[in-house]
């Protein structure tokens, strides 16, 4: 998962747990999401919050502001979802397994530990079961969900500079500070220290 440059900045906004990627499951089921109208007019005020300062690009802290704006539209997403998935249960093993994986991830427990192996063994299932189901089910790979719940936890990192790369990467359990840095590379699309760099206020 190769971030795009111009979502990068609101990737740095989001918290670590990623609670989106959860979402896919009862969204594949059901793509329309039923809200209420006070739910329909507050996502409409966050789009025209954004609409009316999206041009005030002389604004100091630009970049901050429209990702404070950003993440809010995205928390209501997140909060119309939630209402709607807290209605749904199901005993289906496809959909046990698969939600057992987010919960898992869900965990941060990705911070450390990738493998795929890792999350066969905790569902008790086997790894050609695990990647057809979840294949089958979100479209994506087990790799590509470890990944997604990954990224954030590596940007807070990187938005911390009480932290070393070195720290970090031993944080994150990468074996080596190279091994990290192509990892923040192919997702992030730059280098650690670059990527810390385009965190910085331009001014």
Do not use: W
Not at 13 to 33: E, F, K, R, W
Not at 166 to 188: E, P, W
Request: glycine share 4%; hydrophobic share 35%; with cysteine.
């Amino acid at each position: 998962m190769l971030i795009p440059p111009s979502d990068i900045m609101l990737y740095s906004q989001m918290p670590a747990n990623h609670y989106g990627i959860g979402g896919c499951i009862s969204l594949l089921d059901n793509p329309v999401v039923p809200v209420t109208e006070a739910d329909a007019d507050r996502f409409l005020n966050d789009i025209r919050h954004i609409k009316e300062r999206i041009q005030d690009t002389q604004h100091h802290f630009y970049k901050e502001l429209m990702g404070s704006l950003a993440l809010t539209m995205v928390y209501d997403l997140f909060d119309f979802h939630a209402k709607l998935n807290a209605q749904t249960s199901t005993t289906d093993r496809t959909a046990y397994v698969v939600r057992g994986l987010m919960s898992l991830l869900e965990t941060g427990v990705s911070r450390t530990m990738r493998e795929v192996s890792y999350y066969t063994d905790q569902l008790n299932v086997s790894p050609k079961y695990l990647s057809n189901t979840i294949k089958r089910i979100t479209g994506n790979s087990v790799m590509y969900l470890i990944d997604q719940f990954t990224v954030p936890i590596m940007v807070e990192y990187l938005k911390d500079n009480r932290y070393s790369i070195t720290q970090i990467a031993d944080l994150m359990n990468f074996g080596t500070v190279s091994y990290f840095s192509r990892y923040c590379t192919k997702h992030l699309g730059m280098s650690p220290s670059e990527y810390r760099k385009s965190l910085s206020p331009s001014r």
